[in-house]
């Protein structure tokens, strides 16, 4: 287990560096001169060359990448463009709302497509089962911005149930988590419906059915525990996307969170935050994944790690 914790570890020291070094250059290659931008139409040209000169800006792209990366190492990331304030504080201060939303539509999803794939296998062909596939399969197809624009219509503007946008209580949090948890209702539904169908056909289950067993045993103690590695490894890989995601959601519904703050960096040329902010994406990615991968050894004792 060490020699493969350290492995990974080692590994994803590089994906985190292509990930920055990436950023890095696409940033810089969006159209813009963000001294220009925070200048304004009145500023001289004098004042956007102090600015530039003032933020290192000026410098040559290599020398900015070597600093960055220095920086980067020593968990240093300069300040905020816009704000002016350490970049890092911008990105952490709206970590928790962007947790707080990633967890809430991750509950939602497993919560709502457990029991629905559940049912579907239990009645396959039917037409619950076939109903159920039409749901999941809505789910999946529908895009994040489509459905957030058409439920604060709905919900928002015309039920008046909910607020529109904004960052708050729990009727803040019913919509945007809504969104995103759909996405992934529609996934795993399907997957736990397909997964079950193929150990449902296995003789230990069969066996247990013959001894006399109730169905909910049968399903919690035998079925479900054996097929829970294909559900935990796309949960893990949505958890992720749901944080690359919220980026969209946070931006429809107006959240305070990391993808928010993200697109207006991107729009306002922030370089250091657009960095930090991607660096904490794709280090929450990896640690999910290392998480998942690490979870096989106690669904499955068969799986050791050498």
Request: glycine share 10%; aromatic share 8%; no cysteine.
């Amino acid at each position: 287990m060490g020699s493969y914790l350290v492995k990974r570890l080692a590994y994803s020291v590089f994906v985190v560096w292509g990930a920055v070094t990436i950023v890095f250059v696409v940033v810089r290659l969006i159209p813009g001169d963000p001294a220009q931008l925070m200048v304004g139409a009145e500023g001289t040209r004098a004042d956007v060359e102090a600015l530039r000169h003032r933020f290192g800006l000026d410098q040559p792209l290599a020398v900015q990448y070597v600093r960055y990366l220095g920086q980067a190492a020593g968990l240093r990331f300069g300040n905020s463009l816009r704000l002016e304030i350490p970049a890092a504080d911008a990105v952490t201060q709206r970590v928790p709302a962007t947790a707080v939303l990633a967890g809430s539509a991750m509950l939602l999803g497993v919560a709502t497509s457990m029991p629905l794939g559940i049912v579907a296998a239990l009645h396959r062909h039917s037409v619950l089962d076939r109903a159920v596939a039409v749901v999941s399969l809505i789910g999946q197809s529908v895009p994040n911005f489509w459905l957030g624009i058409m439920f604060i219509l709905i919900f928002a503007r015309g039920l008046r149930w909910f607020p529109s946008a904004g960052t708050g209580g729990l009727e803040h949090l019913v919509l945007p988590a809504t969104t995103l948890a759909l996405l992934l209702v529609g996934v795993l539904t399907r997957l736990v419906r397909s997964g079950l169908l193929d150990v449902l056909d296995e003789e230990y289950v069969r066996s247990a059915y013959a001894k006399g067993l109730p169905v909910r045993r049968v399903i919690n103690r035998h079925a479900l525990p054996n097929m829970l590695i294909p559900v935990v490894t796309v949960v893990g890989l949505q958890l992720g996307s749901l944080l690359a995601g919220a980026v969209i959601v946070e931006t429809v519904f107006g959240w305070a969170g990391v993808g928010r703050l993200l697109v207006d960096a991107i729009s306002n040329r922030d370089y250091p935050i657009v960095q930090v902010a991607v660096l904490f994406i794709t280090v929450g990615f990896i640690t999910v994944n290392l998480l998942v991968d690490l979870s096989y050894a106690y669904l499955d004792p068969r799986i050791r790690y050498r």
